[in-house]
């Protein structure tokens, strides 16, 4: 389970039901995201997709609406071609659309020093030059003195 601060790694005891494996487990408050691979008894790696990873972004209770962060979360791990434990082939094209979505869901990440940086990450890799002009003008931003900062320099 991946989210806030922390990567938390489960065992989750599996049980067959006909054709279908079944297991349970809780996710922390702050969770944004679920990875699964498979191994043995052993602890050696028997799944994780054809290396693309098994996932899901968590929901709000509305079943629709990813949690905050959620595709941030996933576009991180798509960036650095990791998934708890696991690597992952990495896939800037699908991390640029998710983290796109995300910020399109909550405008309030615009400002989020973390989502800057992966997105900027992003569009240096994808040679996106439109999207690095926007970094560019971003940084300016964050780096010009707040109204605030002038006053206190001027006293």
């Known amino acids: 389970c ?8 489960l065992d989750i005891p599996l049980e067959k039901a006909g054709n279908t494996y079944i297991g349970s487990f809780t996710v922390s408050e702050d969770a944004k995201l679920v990875t699964f ?33 959620a595709y941030y979360e996933l576009s991180g791990s798509l960036v650095f071609g990791y998934m708890g434990r696991v690597q992952i082939e990495s896939d800037m094209a699908r991390a640029q659309k998710l983290l796109k979505e995300e910020q399109s869901r909550n405008p309030e990440l615009k400002n989020d020093p973390d989502v800057f940086q992966l997105s900027a990450i ?15 003008q971003k940084l300016k931003e964050f780096t010009k003195p707040k109204e605030d900062e002038k006053k206190l320099e001027a006293a």
């Open 2 to 9: 991946m989210g806030g601060e922390e990567q938390i790694t």
């Open 37 to 69: 691979l498979f191994e043995d008894e052993y602890g050696e790696l028997k799944d994780n997709n054809g290396e693309k990873g098994y996932y899901t972004v968590l929901y709000e209770a509305d079943r629709k609406t990813p949690v905050p962060k």
């Open 122 to 136: 992003i569009s240096f890799e994808q040679e996106d030059e439109e999207a690095l002009e926007g970094v560019k």
